[in-house]
T-cell receptor, first 114, second 111 residues
């Protein structure tokens, strides 16, 4: 399998549930990202990991908790979410070396919080 | 306050003609720019990039132009094909870190 994969593709959860989103990249990239895309809004960067270390957290609520166990895998742990957290969550990776910064995205997880 | 703007929410072009998608930015520190296209139910797909040391980059039917003084970039698609119908996003960053995305322009290429 190649590229960036995300599971699950769709998720419906209640506000008291705990769930996790998974991302895997097969591109040998050094950096991985979580983005949120809400309806009619631009992509918002949530978290950045470079060489498995978190380098950016754009003031994301603590109900979102990322984990990067190795350079190929990235998780987003979700707990006690709110209905306004319903959105498309996208994972991306990039080489981040040699002046190459293009990000390659997975297909996304469509999250609905009820 | 949006740092990256795409002021046209949608654009329709006849097949075979040129499509021009525009993007404006406010942060003069941005030095690396990307264009993506997105089909429904898929993640964005990288198209083409340009760094601030250049004013043009070409890849097949896609050309990106950068006007640093105007803080403006554009994506030209020639010739446009029906398969190019998608939402196009521009993104900008400083030193390639923490890209800021525009809201997107929906391109429809009519047969």
């Amino acid at each position: 399998e190649t590229g960036v994969t995300q599971t699950p593709r769709h998720l419906v959860m209640g506000m008291t549930n705990k769930k996790s989103l998974k991302c895997e990249q097969h591109l040998g990239h050094n950096a991985m990202y979580w983005y949120k895309q809400s309806a009619k809004k631009p992509l918002e960067l949530m978290f950045v990991y470079s060489l498995e270390e978190r380098v950016e957290n754009n003031s994301v609520p603590s109900r979102f908790s990322p984990e990067c166990p190795n350079s190929s895998h990235l998780f987003l742990h979700l707990h006690t979410l709110q209905p306004e957290d319903s959105a498309l969550y996208l994972c991306a990776s990039s080489p981040n070396e040699g002046g190459t910064y293009e990000q390659y995205f997975g297909p996304g997880t469509r999250l609905t919080v009820t | 306050d949006q740092q990256v703007k795409q002021n046209s929410p949608s654009l329709s072009v006849q097949e075979g003609r040129i499509s021009i998608l525009n993007c404006d930015y406010t942060n003069s520190m941005f030095d690396y720019f990307l264009w993506y296209k997105k089909y429904p139910a898929e993640g964005p797909t990288f198209l083409i990039s340009i760094s601030s040391i250049k004013d043009k980059n070409e890849d097949g039917r896609f050309t990106v132009f950068l006007n640093k003084s105007a803080k403006h970039l554009s994506l030209h698609i020639v010739p446009s094909q029906p398969g190019d119908s998608a939402v196009y996003f521009c993104a900008a960053a400083v030193y390639g870190q923490n890209f800021v995305f525009g809201p997107g322009t929906r391109l429809s290429v009519l047969p």
